[in-house]
């Protein structure tokens, strides 16, 4: 029973490792691109998708509440990302404290 604990544990926190070093990575990604030629160009053709997505874009939210970097999909993609780490967060909390007796 202990070494299933122990590799519970391990396998928990290398995730857990693997999951904050992408989300720095990608965080330094945005940091370097941000306000530069190299951001995306995102289709503005007229189709349903393209301008729910602008709707979304051009919101308060991510122009004026949640405004780390000045491109607006980086911002609903850093919120996001964000809300599903704590997601998971709270699913391993969960499971960690309901698994233990």
Known sequence: MI?????HDSNLLKRWIITIGIFLIVQ??????????LEPNINDSNDLFARMG???????????????YSFPFFNMFITIHIIAILIAALGDIISTIFSKK
Request: aromatic letters at 14%; charged letters at 25%; hydrophobic letters at 45%.
């Open 3 to 7: 070494g299933t604990e122990k590799t």
């Open 28 to 37: 330094l990604i945005f940091i370097m691109v941000d306000g530069t030629v």
């Open 54 to 68: 602008r709707w979304i874009l051009d919101s308060r939210l991510f122009t004026e509440w949640i405004t780390p």
